[in-house]
């Protein structure tokens, strides 16, 4: 296997979901960069095999869910500040749409699973299966999530 076309690959593959991921745990755009780079860090130094692209696709979810959850809980990320959130608001958030801000609003056990669900297309047990949860856990968090949402955008019914 040559490695750095291997890693072209996943990265390529999976860019666009491991940046919203990160970006729905930071809601910054340097941070969820940080993080971005730690997971790709992580498959190049460990080179796991995996059964199929829908076992390299969970596990890749799941280290960049861990890597957001280990940023957060840093003491000094909890403690301050940057000096662009002090001079100015994140210009990047003013790009996305209501629905998509709705769901950035949402407790992080709720957008996971809202986000997994109706962006990367996972079924609730696949759902389960990545976040270590009971599937039915993971029903009422989707139902949950779309009521919040509901609320949150005045709509009758999310699909």
């Given at each position: 296997m040559d490695t750095e076309?291997?890693?072209?690959?996943?990265?390529?593959?999976?860019?666009?979901?491991?940046?919203?991921?990160?970006?729905s745990y930071m809601k910054s755009y340097h941070d969820t960069e940080d993080i971005f780079q730690t997971?790709?860090?992580?498959?190049i130094n460990?080179?796991?095999?995996?059964?199929?692209?829908?076992?390299?696709?969970a596990w890749f979810i799941r280290v960049t869910i861990?890597?957001?959850?280990?940023?957060?809980?840093?003491?000094?990320?909890?403690?301050?500040?940057?000096?662009?959130?002090?001079?100015?608001?994140?210009q990047e958030e003013q790009e996305y749409s209501q629905v998509r801000e709705a769901v950035l609003s949402l407790p992080p056990k709720y957008r996971i699973v809202v986000y997994l669900h109706y962006y990367e297309g996972y079924t609730a047990?696949?759902?389960?299966?990545?976040l270590r949860s009971k599937e039915n856990t993971i029903y009422t968090r989707l139902s949950r999530g779309k009521k919040m949402l509901r609320e949150e955008l005045g709509g009758?019914?999310?699909?």
């Amino acid at each position: 296997m040559d490695t750095e076309q291997e890693v072209n690959r996943v990265v390529e593959e999976y860019a666009d979901t491991v940046r919203r991921i990160c970006y729905s745990y930071m809601k910054s755009y340097h941070d969820t960069e940080d993080i971005f780079q730690t997971v790709f860090l992580k498959y190049i130094n460990t080179q796991p095999s995996f059964a199929s692209r829908e076992n390299e696709k969970a596990w890749f979810i799941r280290v960049t869910i861990n890597c957001c959850k280990d940023f957060l809980k840093n003491f000094f990320r909890k403690n301050t500040c940057s000096f662009q959130e002090i001079d100015e608001p994140f210009q990047e958030e003013q790009e996305y749409s209501q629905v998509r801000e709705a769901v950035l609003s949402l407790p992080p056990k709720y957008r996971i699973v809202v986000y997994l669900h109706y962006y990367e297309g996972y079924t609730a047990a696949e759902i389960a299966e990545i976040l270590r949860s009971k599937e039915n856990t993971i029903y009422t968090r989707l139902s949950r999530g779309k009521k919040m949402l509901r609320e949150e955008l005045g709509g009758e019914e999310l699909g």
